[in-house]
């Protein structure tokens, strides 16, 4: 079969960015591009200044003013700005960017458009729910996951739920529902709900000793908790970009294993997922015995990719990616964590019951309450306070910009329980 080597860079050229020459317009948000080794915490000059105290987080992080610049310079060249013309979106370069941030080999990643396009590849690959067998998942898992595995089960599947107690997923009732025949386990590497972190590692273990592999939905782990793939030995997981990694809307990652991918059923015909194409049909093409040949290439892409993504976010991870790189994630954590100290403390004297456990290591923290959304909404609002409601819940998911005087202003809007 005659094959020609496809460049990506050649073919989506048009997909392209912007050089630094040419931004006279944005010269203010340029000047907020900050390098990373210069940056401590809280970064508050680095994000749009506000009069709000923005606990929400890890609903949808602010964009910094330097992946606003990064927007703006790849619209300049969208908008045809004649001194923007001559420089390229690296979508290679995003790509290696986000497996260094996880200790994945970059051939191991691929966009995808949100965490839940990830997850449902991924079941797709195993070829579910027309291969039937065992499924095991968690009740801290994504509540928009639970549909998924529910339908699953309708339609042949069986499913186990690991329900949580004390607000945890106990190591023991995961390997209690472990079974020979078991496929998969999925669940959520930091619960969206409480902040609860899996010992992914000591998961793994157990799956992978009954013959099951493992996804992970890492949204709320990755930019904020250290994360090691390879340390884990996790097989699949996927995120959205708009939380912790500082992106937005549209566009995720998702990681393969690569010696998983032998086994993964083809359900993917991407032309961003091939290496090579040679048509046959129009004149002056080459003869060949079909209308063309083709090949896909060998890596989380060829296999995942479909089609058109998201260049307006690629191009403000790039800024984004590079700043959480350069302060590290250790740091991101130890500085949200300093933040939830004085409300461990201070939330449960007021009357709260505290949702998350101690030891989570997520700048994530809930707190039960009645009716919080209808309690807490006004009081919030008249203050300047965002926060997470929920029907009998709130969460707080401090980052880089807050300092503690968000959390004390949170703390004067707050009503005895």
């Not at 050089?19 to 390098?35: E, F, K, M, R, T």
């Not at 106990?170 to 609860?196: H, P, Q």
């Amino acid at each position: 079969m005659s094959r020609v080597p496809l460049s990506r860079r050649s073919v989506l050229r048009g997909a392209a960015a912007v050089p630094a020459a040419g931004l006279a317009a944005q010269s203010a948000l340029a000047q907020a591009v900050v390098p990373p080794t210069s940056i401590t915490l809280p970064a508050r000059s680095a994000f749009q200044q506000t009069d709000l105290a923005y606990l929400d987080n890890g609903s949808q992080h602010p964009v910094s003013l330097g992946a606003r610049a990064a927007i703006d310079r790849y619209l300049a060249k969208r908008s045809l700005d004649p001194a923007a013309q001559d420089f390229e979106l690296d979508e290679d370069g995003l790509l290696a960017k986000f497996a260094r941030l996880i200790n994945a080999d970059p051939g191991e990643v691929c966009f995808v458009q949100s965490t839940t396009a990830g997850e449902q590849a991924v079941i797709r690959a195993l070829d579910l729910p027309a291969s039937g067998g065992h499924v095991v998942s968690d009740t801290l898992h994504f509540f928009g996951s639970l549909p998924l595995y529910e339908d699953l089960a309708q339609r042949g599947v069986e499913v186990s739920w690991v329900r949580a107690v004390d607000g945890r997923i106990r190591l023991e009732d995961m390997r209690a529902a472990l079974r020979k025949g078991t496929r998969l386990v999925a669940l959520s590497l930091v619960s969206t709900i409480n902040g609860f972190e899996h010992d992914l590692k000591a998961v793994c273990d157990l799956a992978h000793a009954h013959g099951a592999l493992v996804y992970a939905d890492v949204i709320h782990a990755v930019g904020c908790v250290p994360f090691d793939v390879k340390a884990s030995g996790v097989d699949f997981a996927a995120c959205a970009s708009y939380k912790w990694l500082m992106g937005d809307f549209g566009l995720g990652f998702l990681y393969v294993r690569k010696d998983r991918l032998a086994g993964l059923k083809r359900q993917n015909w991407g032309y961003y997922g091939m290496s090579a194409f040679t048509s046959h049909v129009h004149p002056l093409d080459p003869p060949g015995e079909s209308v063309a040949d083709y090949a896909f290439s060998e890596d989380a892409r060829g296999a995942f990719a479909i089609g058109t993504h998201s260049h307006t976010v690629i191009a403000q991870l790039h800024h984004s990616l590079d700043w959480i790189a350069g302060i590290g994630t250790a740091a991101i954590q130890a500085h949200a964590q300093g933040l939830l100290a004085h409300l461990r403390d201070e939330l449960p004297r007021r009357g709260y019951r505290l949702l998350t456990p101690p030891e989570s290591r997520a700048p994530l923290l809930t707190a039960q309450l009645r009716d919080a959304r209808k309690v807490l909404a006004e009081p919030m609002k008249a203050a300047g306070v965002r926060i997470t409601l929920g029907a009998n819940r709130f969460r707080l998911t401090p980052s880089v910009q807050n300092d503690h005087g968000d959390i004390d202003r949170f703390l004067r809007a707050l009503p005895r329980a």
